[in-house]
């Protein structure tokens, strides 16, 4: 089996890491994993490609940040360390790639990660029913608050309506 | 769209211009199938830059006559600095120029950055306190673009940009506030402050670091992901609204008689100086804004302010006028300037 880092030479470290959860599975050469601070379990503390990353993304354990750094976005080739350290993205691509790299720290700059603004003609039905039936649960639960029943009524139905087509 | 005017958009009235001098709106755009801008070559920036400028400036497009299309390469040095001087381009779009173009409409309130940090950035300015209608416009331009190009988006992480504080919206909008009755409380770090808790900043702008030349703060929203465009803009008016009224209020609590001498004394001087930097120029511009505020100068208004400190910049001088590429004779112009547009005495 080839290196997954380099792709060139032959893996022979195999490193496994459980980090919330998720396992992730890495193959490695030995030049690769020396490189990576993957070679003993005793180096893990002692290397960390932490130290280069952008202030934006500081507070990130280490060991992500190691199997990140061995993925790459086939669009354009970054890393995620790469991102990191200069705390751009490489293409629109990266972030679908590391999605969940990027969001601890997306909620760390905007305090969560939920897009609540406009969409693009490009965007699916689903957000965009998604997003009505969100508007009239609020405008029901204001029209409650404020007593307009015959308001309120007209919303209910409207949700009600959208829920059936979405089940249907 | 507004309709087509050479008359540049500062000299447009704008609200609240005792304390207002302009309002933007920036969208942030990126197209699917290209890297960004940091990792495209000169070659795929010509190319991007092309395509947005078949989308927006192609055939039949009601737009042709309004805006211009710039390569940033033709540009030279001086004529880069002054339109960042103008905030038609940022420092960073001025400095590498390959491959990279804008598209301004005449009144230059309209500039379309390509291949600067995003694909694509929207700005429009307007004159005074205008946050709606100035998003109204960006987002008509984005509609235009997305209606012909595919512009990169996700579901989650809203519109996709270069750097992740952009995610979401990309937009940014902020009013640029004259606040000297706050600075000389020394109120101006409370406010910041207060204003950062609230997902909005505000910073010093014209002034090297934290000082700020002629009392001018930028006041922008901080945060694009999980906000809405319109929520965005309703916070940062009301926030701006809250501190214009204190602003208003401790202007009231200069003695009149004390704020009178100084509105004069500035007049007085830019009246008759024969030398002024431009330092001098915004520290003496914010007192006649107040004085117009006051109803003090009948001959002098806002947009004559406004045109003051936006047209007269170093780099905006220099490129204007060959004479003025030396600090003497800039100054010296400069001063001749203004004491043809506040009536020599």
Redesign the interface.
Known sequence: MKCQNCNQNEATAYLRSTVNGKTTELHLCAECAKKLGVDSVDSLGAFSPMDIFGSLFSGMTPLIGKAASLKRCPDCGSSFEEIASIGKAGCPQCYTVFREEFLPTLRRIHGNAKHMGNLPSSAGVQIKTQRELESLKDQLRRAVDAQEYEKAAEYRDRIKEIEKQQEA | MQKPTNEKWYNQIGEQGDCVVSTRVRLAR?L?G???P??MTAQQKRELCQSVRDALLGDGSALRGEFRYLCMNEISDLQAAAMVERHLISPEFAKKRDGEALILSADESISIMLCE?DHIRIQVMRAGLAVRDALDVA?KL?YLL??RL????????????????N???G?RASVMLHLPAIAQAGAVSQIASAVSKI?LTMRGTYGEGSRADGSLYQLSNQ???????Q?ACDNLETIAGQIIAKEREARSNTPDQLMVDQVYRALGTLRYARMLSYDELLSLTGYLRIGVGMGLLKTVDYNTVNRLIIELGRASMAEQNNSASDPAARDTLRADIVRQALGEA
């Not at chain 2, 595919?150 to 504080?165: H, I, K, N, R």
């Not at chain 2, 945060?223 to 465009?229: A, K, N, P, V």
């Open positions: 990126n699917r290209y890297p960004f940091n990792r940090e987002q984005d997305d209606e595919d512009v990169a988006f996700d579901e989650q992480l809203g519109y996709l940009t270069s750097c992740p504080t995610l979401g919206t937009m997902g945060i694009t992901l999980g906000i809405s465009e929520t």
